[in-house]
C-alpha cells in the first residue's frame, strides 16, 4: 500500500472518530423504540433522546436494560439486552 493511502486512511479514521457523539442522562429513558435491527432509540426521560447503533440485534420483544448513565460512542458494555452486555457503536443526542 503507497504512503499516500495509508495517510488518507488514517485521516479518514481521525475524522470519523473526532465525530464521536456523548450522552448523558441515559439510565433516565423510560423507554425504546427499534428502529431496525440494529439500531435503538431511547425515550421519555431527561433531555434528548438518544440513537444507539450496535453489531447486537434489537427487536421489539428485546428486554434491555441500560449499564451506563453517560457514554460515547465505541463504548463497551454500555447495554444489557436479553442476557448479554452490549457494546455501543455510534451514539446520537436527537434534538
Given at each position: 500500500?503507497?504512503?499516500?493511502?495509508?495517510?488518507?486512511?488514517?485521516?479518514?479514521?481521525?475524522?470519523?472518530?473526532?465525530?464521536?457523539?456523548?450522552?448523558?442522562?441515559?439510565?433516565?429513558?423510560?423507554?425504546?423504540?427499534?428502529?431496525?435491527?440494529?439500531?435503538?432509540?431511547?425515550?421519555?426521560?431527561?433531555?434528548?433522546?438518544?440513537?444507539?447503533?450496535?453489531?447486537?440485534?434489537?427487536?421489539?420483544?428485546?428486554?434491555?436494560?441500560?449499564?451506563?448513565?453517560?457514554f460515547c460512542s465505541f463504548e463497551n458494555a454500555v447495554l444489557y439486552v436479553d442476557g448479554?452486555?452490549?457494546?455501543?457503536?455510534?451514539?446520537?443526542?436527537?434534538?
Amino acid at each position: 500500500m503507497s504512503m499516500q493511502k495509508i495517510v488518507f486512511v488514517l485521516m479518514l479514521l481521525m475524522t470519523a472518530s473526532a465525530n464521536a457523539d456523548c450522552v448523558i442522562s441515559a439510565k433516565s429513558k423510560r423507554s425504546y423504540v427499534v428502529l431496525d435491527s440494529h439500531t435503538i432509540m431511547l425515550k421519555n426521560g431527561i433531555g434528548a433522546d438518544i440513537i444507539i447503533k450496535s453489531f447486537a440485534f434489537f427487536n421489539t420483544a428485546s428486554q434491555l436494560t441500560v449499564l451506563k448513565d453517560s457514554f460515547c460512542s465505541f463504548e463497551n458494555a454500555v447495554l444489557y439486552v436479553d442476557g448479554e452486555v452490549v457494546d455501543v457503536q455510534q451514539v446520537t443526542n436527537v434534538h
